[in-house]
């Protein structure tokens, strides 16, 4: 499709998680380096590691390192490279720490072309190893480095460069947003998605690609929206768009009318609400890690005991490890605040592996906690923000691979821990039941997250209440707490979490007409106990609000409100679910009350003070 700016559609489209950035331009007439720097800074947001840029002008140049982008702009000026078409990357390392060498662009053995890819590669290691057996060589710990190896090995068989990189596409597992230039083809930069967003933007006779629309939004309002398997070959008077066959597509243009704050968040109002719509996405991101927990586990010493350690929504995911890995492989575990951790530090045994939970791995009381156990026990960390102080301090490492998040309140981070502990259960057990189980949930997340619109219709009726409770057993428990937690945080609503079989022994006493309950009654082995509470509740007047089995008539008939969930989500995987409209009932009761929930008063994403 040769693109003329013919078809004209606004449009709504929302990307899933973006880990890394990347941004692409052929120009008219201005050097592409300082355009594609704008580009990139504009993703920084994010809180990127690493940036590079390759523009191709008599040959291709590379500039790239660790760091933030304004630090290395003043190191390395990166808008001095000439030409005008180039590649650009911001990275959020994942595979490889964050270095020079495995910054972006990557090269092939002879520097002939320049990549750049956001997204895994899930089969690079055998990739890797084959191609070094060929003679390649290595210059990075990344798993994109394969696949301009890839590529290259191709060409030298004869490929022009666009059927090279669609059978190298045929060739890798995994997700990938992806662009690459070449020194043979001077005019053309080539790329192709699956799974990982990538789009491209016309301008007036100039030509873009971005992993997201603020990226080039103040270049080009006019964007095309690439399919799954896509690959388009752009130049400088236009963009052909294939599908995975090489047949020429029509892909529409559309025209996006929000401001660039609001394509920062993808079109949604807040951070918080984007981050929770990426869930699934984000889940499928995590599932890709069981290889590396799989290694992980294996080199594991023998240990008796666990004890899991973490602060805030982070202590909710180990409760749920708590029940899981008691539940599942039969071992006694202990919970610990972290703040809390040193009054208990003393009869930590070598038999212990110490298990960390933190999003940002920088939080001061998990740090802490994190020294004291390193002196007796095993410790593994499972963290989002690679390089931070627990990858550095722990002994293992498990990343959740969220991506970014920038609301203060925790919601994808939370289920991306909860499935590593999910996979880390299923890996010490060899249990491929819970593994097949574990393929499911993105997509009954996305039935959770149709909740939405009942959620947003039953807040105004909750936007006064000063007291709300929240009622579960088990594997609900922590829902309960986790659900209480995030109205407390951006709601400012006094919410309390309770295991339902508690009630009796005292907070029975606060419950009235005008306290609200929710109550995560999900099918199972706790299921007609927390029945009983739901009664309780009821009879002292309270509006009970269940969450339950689409199936589960009796529960329906308690409820003053009943949000409905598959009835094959069983109470052990029913956490990483039933969560979803309890964030989406603080956020909107948070709206209600005229709130930012992206930065409620008084709390900070990161804690680094005791
Ligand atoms: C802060 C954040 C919470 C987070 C907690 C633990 O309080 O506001 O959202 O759950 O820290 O953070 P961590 O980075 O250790 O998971």
Not at 235 to 249: A, E, F, L, T, Y
Not at 578 to 586: E, H, M, N, S, T
Request: charged share 25%; with cysteine.
């Amino acid at each position: 499709m040769i693109i003329n700016g013919i078809l004209l559609k606004a449009s709504l489209e929302l990307f899933g998680e973006i880990m890394c950035g990347i941004v692409g331009c052929i120009l008219k007439e201005k050097k592409a380096a300082p355009v594609l720097l704008e580009c990139v800074r504009r993703l920084e947001y994010r809180g990127y590691d690493s940036v590079g840029i390759a523009t191709s002008s008599s040959g291709i140049n590379i500039k790239k390192d660790s760091g933030k982008i304004d630090e290395v702009q003043e190191r390395l000026q990166l808008d001095d490279l000439p030409g005008k078409m180039g590649i650009a990357h911001v990275r959020w390392a994942t595979h490889g720490l964050p270095t020079r060498e495995n910054s972006h662009p990557h090269t092939d053995c002879y520097n002939k072309l320049a990549l750049v890819h956001n997204g895994i590669i899930e089969n690079y290691q055998e990739l890797k190893d084959q191609l070094q057996e060929e003679g390649h060589h290595f210059s990075s710990d990344t798993d994109t480095e394969v696949i301009a190896h890839l590529v290259e090995k191709q060409m030298s068989k004869g490929m022009d460069l666009e059927d090279a990189l669609r059978l190298v596409i045929h060739q890798i597992k995994g997700s990938y947003a992806l662009a690459v230039i070449h020194v043979d083809y001077p005019n053309i930069i080539i790329g192709a998605r699956k799974e990982s967003p990538l789009i491209l933007g016309v301008g007036d006779g100039d030509y873009f690609l971005a992993s997201d629309v603020p990226a080039i939004l103040e270049e080009t309002n006019r964007i095309i929206y690439l399919d799954d398997e896509d690959l388009f070959v752009m130049k400088n008077d236009g963009i052909i768009v294939k599908d995975s066959q090489g047949r020429v597509k029509e892909n529409e243009i559309d025209v996006i009318s929000w401001s660039p704050e609001m394509a920062q968040k993808g079109g949604y109002d807040h951070f918080m609400i984007k981050e929770i719509h990426e869930q699934p996405e984000v889940v499928r991101n995590t599932l890709s890690e069981l290889h590396e927990i799989k290694k992980t586990v294996e080199n594991f010493s023998d240990f008796k005991r666990v004890c899991f350690v973490a602060c805030g929504t982070s202590f909710h995911a180990s409760m749920v490890g708590k029940y899981l890995f008691e539940e599942l492989v039969g071992i006694p575990v202990d919970l610990a605040l972290a703040s809390e951790f040193e009054f208990s530090a003393g009869a930590l045994t070598d038999d212990t592996l110490v298990i960390f939970i933190t999003q940002s791995g920088e939080t001061a009381d998990t740090m802490k906690a994190l020294e004291m156990a390193k002196e007796k026990a095993e410790t593994l960390a499972i963290v989002n923000v690679m390089g931070s102080r627990a990858t550095r301090e722990a002994d293992y490492v498990i990343y959740t691979r969220a991506g970014p998040e920038i609301g203060v309140a925790a919601t994808k981070t939370y289920v991306s821990q909860l499935t590593c502990i999910y996979l880390l259960a299923a890996c010490m057990v060899g249990d491929e039941k819970l593994l097949d189980e574990l393929k499911k949930v993105p997509d009954y997340m996305k039935t959770a997250l149709e909740k939405e619109e009942l959620i947003k219709e039953i807040s105004p009726h909750y936007k006064d209440v000063t007291d709300f409770f929240f009622i579960g057993r088990g594997f609900s428990y922590p829902t309960a707490m986790e659900g209480a937690l995030k109205l407390k945080e951006i709601t400012y609503i006094h919410g309390e979490g309770f295991a339902a079989g508690e009630l009796k022994h005292g907070p029975l006493a606060l419950i009235s007409d005008d306290v609200p309950v929710v109550a995560v009654v999900p099918p199972g082995k706790s299921h007609d106990r927390t029945m009983g509470n739901v009664k309780e509740v009821k009879a002292r007047g309270a509006r009970v609000i269940c969450l339950g089995s689409q199936n589960d008539v009796n529960l329906r008939s308690e409820a003053h409100y009943m949000i409905e969930f598959e009835d094959q989500i069983s109470e052990v995987l029913s956490p990483l679910i039933y969560v979803v409209p309890l964030q989406l009932l603080a956020y909107y009761i948070s709206v209600e009350r005229d709130i930012n929930p992206d930065q409620p008063k008084n709390l900070a994403k990161c804690v680094t003070v005791v």
